[in-house]
């Protein structure tokens, strides 16, 4: 087991700003999750399921990189 190194970030969607934890791999590519939390308190406000608003997260941090 390998502890990877990473980083909390805030990523900006169209529904809100996230947090979440950017992971770098072993061979340098990098993966995004999302922080539980900060998931719900968006899904709560804005009433989007989760599914939906982790998809919006994954898809504005792509976007980016």
């Known amino acids: 087991r390998i502890e990877l ?3 909390a970030v805030e990523i900006d969607t169209p ?3 996230v947090a979440a934890k950017e992971a770098l791999l072993p061979d340098g590519t990098r993966r995004l999750m999302p922080e539980y939390e900060s998931l719900a308190a968006l899904a ?3 009433g989007i399921p989760l599914l ?5 997260v994954l898809a504005a941090w ?3 990189h």
């Not at 939906?52 to 919006?56: G, H, T």
């Open 5 to 7: 190194a990473r980083r």
């Open 15 to 17: 529904h809100g700003r």
């Open 44 to 46: 709560e406000k804005t």
């Open 52 to 56: 939906e608003l982790s998809r919006s």
């Open 62 to 64: 792509n976007g980016g």
